[in-house]
């Protein structure tokens, strides 16, 4: 159950239609998870700072359980977000985070993964 938060400086309305949709696909894709599983946030016209500049900027925060552990692993899929979002946004400034997950940080249907 991977979760993908794109935060960006850029207004809404610079944003390209059915961004949220295609994120989703393409994570579900990059990651090699159920596109029914994927959990995407697009959060634009955030106040930013990245590398002491305020330019546009955009950060995606990607944490799931059993395929972000590796730098490996985390190395293929950071070329590929890259690719996607800088067709989408074109930022020239953009940082990944991973963050793996293990099943009982997640809670669904009064449980956690773990009991699923």
């Keep these: 159950m991977p979760f993908v938060e794109l935060d960006t400086s850029l207004p809404a309305a610079r944003l390209p239609s059915g961004l949220s949709q295609r994120l ?3 994570a579900a894709a990059v990651l090699g998870k159920p ?3 994927v959990n995407v946030t697009v959060r634009p016209d955030l106040t930013m700072i990245l ?3 305020g330019d546009p900027c ?3 925060i990607v ?3 059993g395929v972000v552990g590796t730098a490996e692993e985390n190395r293929d899929h950071s070329a590929k977000f890259f690719e996607f979002l800088t067709k989408e946004l074109s930022p020239d ?3 990944i985070r991973f963050y793996p997950l293990e099943p009982w940080q997640i809670g669904k249907k009064g449980t956690v993964m773990t009991f699923l």
């Design 35 to 37: 596109q029914d599983r």
């Design 51 to 53: 590398s002491s500049s």
């Design 63 to 65: 944490s799931s359980v």
């Design 58 to 60: 955009a950060q995606l």
């Design 24 to 26: 989703c696909a393409a």
């Design 93 to 95: 400034r953009l940082n």
